[in-house]
């Protein structure tokens, strides 16, 4: 017959204990929850917890590795044990829904020897998790450019187009996008690099992701004018200051058109959930 537990505590410091124990890297060492648990049969107090602990870990390491697959192959068997353990001691699981256990791997990754040796992986770990805030976001009826060309021509100056929630932006300092691409394809990826811009100078990626219309996540680069468009948008300017956007890209005569083209092929894309004229 089971002996009874040393010591019976109420509820909440029951639970309190026993998180404490999960949370803990070493489960072999004394805790205060070994109290709490007696000898089952052949199998010790220690070893019923142990259970429960390495269940626990198992069921975090899964979450890791269903949210970053790109990032976990790019480690390698070795280096993403050493990412896990390290990962659990500095920010073990705080929050009720394992959606956002995640939230600091890029932070740790930048933070952390040996991986911030290697800043590609923060911004792998950075890429993955803005792809499932994009899949993840709000949905919102989109637009399309019929609703524009039904606008006035006098309020098209004055016209400001919003962008669908699911719409994020990733600045690349490394190849690291083009890389998880290749992991992806199930190819080696190429050698960790700098961002060359086309003067060779190194520089900035920016991509566009986003959720299309059959719910499917979608990213694409930028180029500069692109980019100055969008984040005018996003600092809610109108038609008119997008076409000053692109002088500096086009000849004065042909910036409407451009900016035109460019609307297009945001409301084909599903990019646009809103238009005020």
């Known amino acids: ?105 890029p932070d740790y990754l930048s933070n952390t020897e040996p991986f911030s040796e290697h800043p590609i992986l923060a911004e792998i770990a950075a890429f993955e998790s803005l792809l499932l805030d994009s899949f993840d976001a709000p949905d919102r009826q ?15 100056p004055t016209m400001r187009l919003r962008l669908h929630p699911s719409v994020q932006f990733f600045a690349a300092h490394w190849n690291s996008v083009e890389s998880w691409q290749a992991i992806k394809a199930e190819k080696t990826p190429p050698g960790a690099g700098e961002i060359q811009l086309s003067s060779g100078e190194q520089g900035v990626l920016v991509w566009l992701v986003w959720r299309d219309r059959q719910r499917l996540t979608q990213f694409r680069s930028l180029d500069g004018a692109e980019n100055a468009l969008l984040s005018a948008i996003v600092s809610g300017h109108d038609f008119a200051r997008l076409c000053e956007q692109l002088v500096n890209w086009y000849p004065q005569q042909q910036v409407a058109q451009q900016v035109v083209n460019y609307m297009q092929r945001w409301f084909a894309d599903g990019l646009i959930s809103g238009l005020q004229g």
């Open 142 to 156: 989109r637009e399309n450019f019929t609703a524009a060309q039904a606008l006035p021509p006098e309020k098209w």
């Open 1 to 105: 017959m089971s002996e009874p537990a040393v010591e019976s505590l109420p509820l909440k410091e029951l639970q309190r204990q026993f998180l404490d124990y999960l949370q803990r890297q070493q489960l072999e060492e004394p805790h205060d929850m070994h109290q709490q648990v007696v000898d089952q049969g052949n199998i010790t107090a220690v070893q019923r917890l142990e259970i429960y602990g390495n269940a626990y870990r198992i069921r975090l390491q899964k979450v890791i590795e269903t949210d970053h697959p790109v990032l976990c192959a790019y480690l390698g068997d070795e280096l993403f044990a050493q990412l896990l353990q390290g990962y659990l001691q500095v920010y073990p699981s705080r929050v009720r829904s394992l959606r956002y256990f995640c939230r600091q791997l």
